[in-house]
């Protein structure tokens, strides 16, 4: 039987896994560089009338120009195939949200360090909070006396009151985020009620 | 008519769609305070409710587990996948608590079912759409476990177009990830790709190579009884001894919270997030402070178990022969652990490890590739196949194979592979006990994972009619009897076997070897 060269064991230790480039990234940069042209998008000098009145009306050829520049290093992405075009923006759309739900969890994370600090941090908690409002992330938070769903709460804190039933939901203590299509990011932290 | 592809795991079950050239996963959606929320796998575990004798599936076995009273009146069953390696038709679960246990059968296909209605209302098909599914099972499931798992998604309303072993499914989905997605460039991939596949429950290993659209497996093998699952347990006893507690004391319901508690803190470790294991035992209703385990004291024990899984992919990757194996993939939930990949580089320092941050869903994905593509898988037979005979005129059993391990499988829609066997009958009624192994000793004597199925009874006197109702205490010995009877085995692309036994007056009968 024939042996198969690298599979001879060597002492070699700690050599961690190749992470592969993120591949939308690598192949803009590929369609990019088969382009004709190769230079960088840059400011636009020459194509400017000289003679225009105003600043605003250079701006607004010097956008043009632009513009011009930009569709034609597209251009040899634009006339992929189909399946080509498709298939690069459903590796966009996949890497997108994913990474997205990737920064909401962290973004959600400082929040609540933020949060638990108290004081000036409150500003902070607040800026956060928009930005993830602005990052599709939903913010929510239990109602009182609704039971524990552990898929959108979880139990930190136990009280104790013999007079409410057993497992409802005494108070929230820190928001849960979810996504626009239902992802939750993060659960809501709750008190629950004990009676024992 | 929507196109699926669903890898049915021991702890999660995920479902991918086809979508225009997209490879969406269908999500588990679920009505909650907050509204519909949606999760990208659906958990295999399930909950038997003691008040009303009925099953819950999903999220709703999950919100079963945080009621008042839970412990009292659920029984909660992980990772049922596993008790498939040992079923015959009729098998059922023995639970003490569950008076007369489960049937293995009909409990799967109320699984099934669940699953069947989570898709529908997913929102991503439509209402009365057909939905065709490509399923995966692990490479060396054995054929009562592949016949289950077929019947019961068809049963439950999913038409099953193809079947994949879940490396083969791996490698697929990989050749589409090598080139970024684009379909028409990873038709034309060619590469010979290692498959170490470690999931809840099992460990396969395959080595496929890839030629355009033709992917072929040179070899495969794996550990029935090795997975995420034994991870967890290793955990939950680190957790129990600084608890001061006997993890097999605990109720079986303690026993499960602190298992699924185990793997969170496991995944926390595979995604980075932390290196040290918390637990608080309150959160899972048992007394006592928050407890510790370090990183390196749990990967320490778990180096244990996961070497041999190496060593059976270095045993795969020699009995492939390849030399131009380029590539190691790494998936499954559990090959994320840190561990794994260290142990596998330190193995093969010559071989690149590719991995992916959705290991979970990459066989889905695949098998939902394979479902809209015209291309074709040959499989091989991972286990040995045969039958028990008397021997030395009736005075010892013998094992004789009839498919040996590594026979390739026909592709899907090519004839199936046939053997014939004759026999000149020495009783009136043959009884056939027939047996599955993982592998055979020097003698050909069956060795590990040893599976004997239901017996078939066949009337060779043909003064019986052949659909006779049949028992075990009608067989007599008989010298009279002339002609030879003929045996046709035949085994699909999916490796399921079916045997004719046809007797010299010309009257046969076909029985599905692990429906008997």
């Known amino acids: 039987m024939k042996k198969s060269k690298m599979i001879k064991p060597v002492a070699k230790t700690g050599t961690k896994p190749t992470l ?43 956008i043009t120009a632009l513009r011009t520049q930009l569709s034609r290093h597209m251009a040899p992405v634009s006339t992929g195939s189909m399946e080509e075009v498709d298939a690069m923006r459903r590796v966009l759309n996949d890497l997108m949200e994913a990474r997205m739900n990737d920064v909401i969890r962290e973004l959600v994370t400082i929040r609540n360090s933020a949060a638990s600090a108290g004081g000036e941090a409150r500003r902070i908690v607040e800026q956060m909070d928009a930005l993830l409002s602005d990052l599709g992330a939903m913010k929510f938070e239990a109602e009182r006396l609704e039971h524990v769903d552990p898929l959108i709460h979880a139990v930190s804190r136990e009280v104790s009151d013999a007079s409410l039933p057993d497992g409802i939901i005494m108070e929230t203590l820190r928001p849960g985020f979810h996504t626009s299509r239902g992802i939750v990011v993060a659960k809501a932290l709750v008190a629950v009620n004990r009676r024992s | 008519m929507a196109r699926l592809g669903i890898d049915y795991g021991t702890t999660n079950t995920v479902v991918v769609c086809t979508d225009r050239g997209r490879y969406p996963l269908v999500p588990h959606v679920t009505d909650t305070a907050i509204g519909r929320v949606a999760r990208e796998a659906f958990p295999s575990f399930f909950v038997y409710d003691t008040a009303t004798s009925n099953l819950r599936f999903g999220a709703e076995a999950e919100r079963s587990l945080a009621e008042p009273g839970a412990a009292q009146r659920y029984i909660p069953i992980r990772s049922f996948k596993r008790f498939f390696r040992n079923y015959v038709d009729g098998m059922r679960i023995a ?64 038409s099953v177009i193809n079947t994949l072993n879940e490396p083969s499914a791996a490698a697929i989905e990989l050749a589409d990830r090598m080139v970024h997605g684009n379909r028409a460039k990873a038709r034309q991939s060619k590469m010979t790709v290692a498959v170490f596949d470690l999931g809840g429950g099992t460990f396969d290993a395959s080595v496929v190579r890839i030629n355009a659209a033709d992917y072929t497996v040179l070899s495969s093998a794996g550990i029935e009884h090795l997975g995420g699952d034994d991870f967890d347990a290793v955990l939950a006893e680190l957790f129990c001894e600084k608890l001061k507690i006997n993890f097999s004391s605990l109720s079986p319901f303690h026993r499960t919270l602190l298992l699924m508690h185990a793997c969170r803190e496991k995944e926390r470790l595979s995604s980075g997030q932390s290196r040290t294991l918390t637990l608080d035992p309150e959160e899972i209703g048992l007394p006592g402070d928050s407890v510790k385990v370090t990183a390196a004291a749990f990967e320490k024990l778990l180096t244990e178990l996961i070497e041999p899984a190496v060593l059976k992919l270095e045993e795969v990757i020699i009995a492939a022969g390849s030399d131009e194996l380029e590539t ?55 286990r040995h196949f045969g039958v028990i005979r008397l021997a030395d005129h009736g005075t010892r059993e013998i094992f004789v194979p009839v498919f040996k391990a590594g026979l390739r499988l026909p592709a899907r829609g090519d004839a199936p592979i046939t053997t014939e066997v004759r026999y000149l009958p020495r ?7 027939y047996l599955e192994c993982t592998a055979v000793d020097a003698e050909g004597k069956p060795e590990t994972g040893l599976r004997i199925w239901s017996e078939i009874l066949f009337p060779y006197d043909c003064a019986l009619t052949v659909n006779e109702p049949l028992s075990p205490e009608r067989i007599v010995p008989r010298n009279d009897l002339s002609g030879e009877s003929v045996e046709t085995y035949t085994c699909d692309s999916d490796g399921i076997i079916n045997v004719q036994i046809k007797r010299p007056d010309g009257h046969s009968r076909t029985y599905e070897v692990f429906r008997a």
């Open chain 2, 95 to 158: 639970m003490d608590s569950i008076p007369g246990g489960l049937d293995m059968r009909d409990t799967f296909l109320k699984f099934t079912q669940a699953i069947y209605q989570s898709v529908r209302t997913s929102g991503v098909v439509g209402p009365n759409e057909p939905l065709e599914a490509v399923l995966t099972w692990p490479a060396n499931a054995n054929g009562a476990q592949r016949h289950l798992t077929r019947s019961a998604f068809k049963e439950a309303g999913f």
């Open chain 2, 427 to 433: 009783h009136n009624i043959g009884r056939f006990r």
């Open chain 2, 328 to 382: 190691i993939y790494l998936v499954g939930g559990s090959s994320r652990l840190p561990l794994v990949g260290k142990l596998i580089a330190r193995r093969f320092p010559k071989v690149k490890l590719f991995t992916t941050d959705k290991p979970f869903s990459a066989t889905a994905m695949g098998a939902a590739i394979q479902g809209v593509e015209t291309m074709r898988v040959h499989e091989v037979f991972a």
């Open chain 1, 20 to 62: 592969k480039p993120v591949p939308s990234l690598k192949k803009a940069k590929t369609a990019v560089k088969s382009s004709p042209k190769k230079e960088i998008l840059k400011p636009v000098s020459k194509p400017v009338d000289p003679s225009a009145s105003s600043s605003n009306e250079a701006l607004r050829q010097e």
